[in-house]
Nanobody, 129 residues
């Protein structure tokens, strides 16, 4: 049974930092990508970042480029999202999700929610003074 468990959310002041973790287990995919998504109150869920298992290619939404960094520890099957220079508009529930890919995947449309097969329960991030 595939499980994704997010952790690391919390309350932080504007300009602060948080690191989210996504621990994945129970999957047997040779090639996969793990994405981070977020959903603010009253808004649709949106893609934040994604990393592929094969070469570790990374992808980011324009709104977080230069502030967020996605990374992975394959030995621990864990993906991290380091979030710096946080803004109030980053406030949302953050989810990680996993999707199967092939070895030639170029990251196109990494942000499409329907392409992901399994989702975690989410972790709340609140940016407020």
């Amino acid at each position: 049974q595939v499980q994704l468990v997010e952790s690391g959310g919390g309350l932080v002041q504007p300009g602060g930092s948080l690191r989210l973790s996504c621990a994945a287990s129970g999957f047997t995919l040779d090639y996969y990508a793990i994405g981070w998504f977020r959903q603010a109150p009253g808004k649709e869920r949106e893609g934040v970042s994604c990393i592929s298992s094969s070469v570790g290619s990374t992808y980011y939404a324009d709104s977080v480029k230069g502030r967020f960094t996605i990374s992975r520890n394959n030995a621990k099957n864990t993906v991290y999202l380091q979030m710096n220079s946080l803004k109030p508009e980053d406030t949302a529930v953050y989810y990680c999700a996993i999707r199967a890919i092939n070895r030639f995947w170029d990251g196109s449309r990494w942000y499409v929610l329907d392409a992901y097969d399994y989702w975690g329960q989410g972790t709340q991030v609140t940016v407020s003074s």
